[in-house]
Nanobody
Framework: QVQLVESGGGLVQPGGSLRLSCQPPRNIFNIYTIGWYRQVPGKQREWVALITVALDTNYADSVKGRFTISRDNAKNTVYLQMSSLKPEDTAVYYC????????WGQGTQVTVSS
């Protein structure tokens, strides 16, 4: 089963920024809405943001105004720009199609800590 590969995570101080990347295969990128999700150990994976092929976006209330999702058609890449990061944003971040048609990758760890 195809799995997406996420990158761009790291350790950042509260108030800092990070940009995550996800590069689906082109045949998938051109057709599906792509979403970002995150998961904290012991908790269910939660949806964070999505972007449609038509570039419509939507965000979870917890990240609205701080995170921006975008897609670069030339690079078939979806980005999640995260700003004003908070300790509660610490999680492993994943991308997948919506609906979730692909296997979950390893994700990328984001740690917000001073």
């Amino acid at each position: 089963q195809v799995q997406l590969v996420e990158s761009g995570g790291g350790l950042v101080q509260p108030g800092g920024s990070l940009r995550l990347s996800c590069q689906p295969p082109r045949n998938i990128f051109n057709i599906y809405t792509i979403g970002w999700y995150r998961q904290v150990p012991g908790k269910q994976r939660e949806w964070v943001a999505l972007i449609t092929v038509a570039l419509d976006t939507n965000y979870a209330d917890s990240v609205k105004g701080r995170f921006t999702i975008s897609r670069d058609n030339a690079k078939n890449t979806v980005y999640l720009q995260m700003s004003s990061l908070k300790p509660e944003d610490t999680a492993v971040y994943y991308c997948n199609t919506i609906p979730n048609t692909l296997g979950w990758g390893q994700g990328t760890q984001v740690t917000v800590s001073s």
